[in-house]
């Protein structure tokens, strides 16, 4: 039997950029669905929802900013990964638009190879993660790998993609400190255009979403962070 196809969604509202990004996908294999304003695309991935959503964040009516703000809140579509496509390209554009639940983030222009890489990228840590079937324990937090899910103290947390596996690379360190290069390289995968910051950004966001337990969840001044036992 054919294995199913990749399913993305983009959401991009300029007509000729969508239809070269269409055609790439599909040329390489994925199904690849296109709606042009927040509004509709929000309704579509609820009701079918994709493996991956590319997503303009300037786009009409609902903004890609308030998409995905939606979409976040949402847990039977939360921990679909994103992919921002955007000509916003200075790094503050950036971390907000990570720290609103964004996976990766493309600027326009950019090369099709490129964001092909990015997108085949995001497939194969989202592979390594759901065939791991290990379940982590640390204090309150119970990460379970095959089923994608986190509880703190038996109750449901939502995560993006990319803060699942921040926070199961940490359990699974046994407290050991880890670098924010290292995190990098196994969270956002090699030769993703990142910046220092970025990291941080993502541990913020976990931290809030972990709500009491955030106090295992601990920044190590100048090394990196480690998930132990806090004050």
């Keep these: 039997m054919a294995a199913r196809k990749k399913n993305i969604l983009l959401v991009e509202d300029e007509a000729d950029l969508a239809e ?15 709606v042009s304003n927040g509004g509709s695309a929000l309704t579509e991935a609820v009701a079918h929802p994709p493996d991956l959503i590319l997503l303009d964040r300037m786009l009409p009516g609902m903004s890609g900013d308030d998409f995905i703000t939606h979409l976040k809140r949402d847990h039977r579509v939360a921990s679909i990964p994103v992919i921002m496509l955007t000509a916003k390209a200075e790094e503050a554009d950036q971390l907000v638009g990570l720290g609103l639940g964004a996976d990766d983030y493309v600027t326009k222009p950019f090369s099709m190879k490129l964001l092909l ?13 759901s065939t791991d079937q290990e379940v ?41 400190v880890l670098s924010r290069a290292y995190l990098i390289e196994n969270t956002m995968g090699v030769g993703v255009a990142v910046t220092d910051r970025t990291i941080d950004v993502h541990v ?27 004050p």
């Design 20 to 34: 070269l990004v269409r055609h790439n996908m599909e040329h390489e294999g994925y199904a690849c669905r296109v």
């Design 117 to 129: 890489a990015r997108v085949a990228a995001m497939f194969r840590r989202m592979e390594i993660t």
């Design 136 to 176: 982590l324990t640390r204090g309150p937090v119970s990460l379970d790998s095959s089923r994608h899910e986190v509880s703190v103290a038996g109750s449901p947390v939502q995560l993006t993609a990319t803060e699942f596996r921040l926070l199961r690379a940490l359990m699974a360190a046994n407290g050991r």
């Design 204 to 230: 913020t966001a976990l931290r809030k979403k972990l709500g009491k337990a955030a106090r295992w969840l601990q920044t190590i001044r100048g090394v990196g962070y480690a998930f132990r036992e806090g």
